[in-house]
């Protein structure tokens, strides 16, 4: 891709300091907005929550990027299903007892990837679990799946920049049916549904082309990806 990227961590992720509040997506987008303010960023990627974190910024400013991509939306105006906080409350439970052999399996099985993937899926929970450890994020794990970023997804209609919203079936975490609901609320938007594998696993190179052409304008139209 041409241009400036600037990649921005959300408080309580990475090395930034944590949030002195409780977890709303109000916050992540008020963060979010003055990192892309100071960069002066014209474009925006945001993935399952930093999706949701987007939505919420362009709920109140629908007009502050000319080029929108949102990745894995994991929720958008209704709460989340009940297994899915079951989820969100048992990956907290193996952070606070510090469990990471068993924190970095249920990151791996939720990760839907292809058999063939195993060993660098193997690889990436292992080291996202030491992250997990090191910076202890219980109080997000359990919080954020328990809000939503907008309270109505109608203001999103007021949207008119090009957005491409990317799903993957059967990910667990990541509903299609959410992805479906999220471009249909934008203004202009395309969805792509990738199929199983494994977003990050199956179809990298696919997924790369596609969001590197839509956010340089190389877009033709077409769709992005395996399924539109």
């Known amino acids: 891709m041409r241009g400036r990227r600037v990649f921005f961590q959300f408080r309580g992720h990475g090395a930034s300091a944590p949030l002195p509040q409780d977890w709303t997506y109000a916050d992540l987008a008020a963060d979010l907005r003055a990192a892309a303010d100071e960069a002066r960023a014209t474009a925006a990627l945001g993935v399952s929550m930093g999706a949701g974190a987007l939505c919420a910024l362009l709920a109140e400013d629908p ?61 990436w929970a292992a080291g996202h679990a030491r992250w997990l450890l090191a910076t202890r994020p219980v109080r997000a794990l359990r919080e ?47 969805l792509v549904v990738f199929p199983p594998g494994g977003l990050l696993w199956a179809h990298r190179a696919t997924l790369r082309r596609s969001v590197g052409e839509f956010l340089t304008g190389g877009d033709s139209g077409e769709p992005k990806g395996p399924a539109k």
């Open 63 to 123: 007009g502050r990027f000319e080029r929108i991509v949102l990745v894995l939306p994991a929720a958008l105006d209704a709460p989340r299903e009940a297994p899915l906080l079951a989820r969100a409350d048992a990956l907290a439970a193996l952070v606070a007892a510090g469990d990471a052999p068993n924190l970095a399996l249920a990151l791996a099985q939720e990760q839907a990837a292809a058999p063939e993937a195993a060993p660098a899926v193997a690889q």
């Open 144 to 190: 954020m799946p328990r809000q939503i970023p907008v309270p109505d997804a109608a203001p999103l209609a007021a949207v008119t920049a090009p957005a491409l919203v990317i799903a993957q079936e059967d990910d667990p975490v990541h509903p299609v049916a959410v992805a479906r609901r999220l471009a249909a609320a934008l203004g202009r938007a395309e």
